[in-house]
């Protein structure tokens, strides 16, 4: 990590892709991002930084490892192939829509920290991931925030 390394948060359903798909793995791109605002977090990310890997859409779910961003501003391939559920008929090759970002796998913390805890320890003004109505599957993480959520997965 670098004084410049910035955090972030990336959900995903552990059912499509967990932690442990990842570490299997190494690398894996982040593909299927159909919301423009999660687009947008995702195009301002840079090599180095850091990302939690959150689980979603299970019980508990959760802040379970930590990634980081290895490529940056690459065209989602599942945007061009009609097979897949992220096809996108309205992006062209020539001006393509959706991006992604290539992440490696760095840990899988010891415990899973869940949504309650995180609720418990931060406010909605802290973090958008608690925010009433959010479903951003990508989003930043401020420092001091960040650092709050790495002690408390490292004790």
Known sequence: MTEETRFWLMKSEPNV?????LKNEGTTLWDGIRNYQARNFMRKMKIGDQ???YHSNCKPPGITGLMEVIETNLID??????????????????SPRW????????????????????????????????????RLSIMPIHLNIAMQIIQSLEN
């Open 99 to 134: 991006d992604c970002a290539k992440l490696k796998y760095i840990k899988k913390f010891n415990k899973l920290l869940s949504l309650n805890e995180i609720n418990e320890s931060f406010k909605g003004s802290e973090l958008i991931l608690i925010r009433k109505g959010n």
């Open 77 to 94: 391939p599942t945007q061009f192939d009609k097979k897949s559920n992220y096809f996108d008929s309205k992006s062209k090759k020539e």
């Open 17 to 21: 892709y967990s932690i442990d798909d």
């Open 51 to 53: 990302v939690f890997f």
